[in-house]
């Protein structure tokens, strides 16, 4: 058998986006339960810490330093966030990544969160992608819609110019 250039390339290709992806989902999970902790263990469940404000700016001083600016006090409030909006662990997809999770948390509703996650899966959509679906107010369309489908088929078709290669 004949090693090919192009097969070798395709699964080295096909490995780096799966090594990628699970990093991502990996970093996921730890926002996850970052916000977990918070909001459990330092809020006791309620809406807000005793101490209020101070929480994540105390958090974030402690973190940011070693960790980076992914640790800023805007950044461990959408940890809580995160967790609060999205509170099964093992209901978190792995083929989602943080910046579509953190696009998903600015929905209002369950229903919409869980359309765009099914639709952002089944068409791979990119963070770009799925952004201008939520802009262009597809969910909405596709409910007012006597013809799903063909709203379903021009979503699919549409990309950002960005999107394009």
Known sequence: MIVKGADLKSDTSQSKDNAIRAVDHQR????????????????????RADYGKYLTKYLAKALEP???????RRQIELFRQFYRVFPIANALRSQ?????????????????????MAETIKNN???RQLERQVFINLYERLLLSNDKESVLAVAKKEKMPSDAK
Request: proline residues 0%; aromatic residues 20%; glycine residues 8%.
């Open 28 to 47: 996921t999970l730890m926002y996850w339960h970052i916000g977990k902790r918070i909001f459990e263990e330092e809020q006791q469940g309620k809406d």
């Open 66 to 72: 070693e960790f980076g600016s992914g640790f800023s």
């Open 125 to 127: 959509w990119t963070s």
């Open 96 to 116: 989602l990544s943080w910046t579509q999770y953190r696009l998903l948390m600015r929905l209002d509703l369950d229903e919409q969160r869980e359309f765009y």
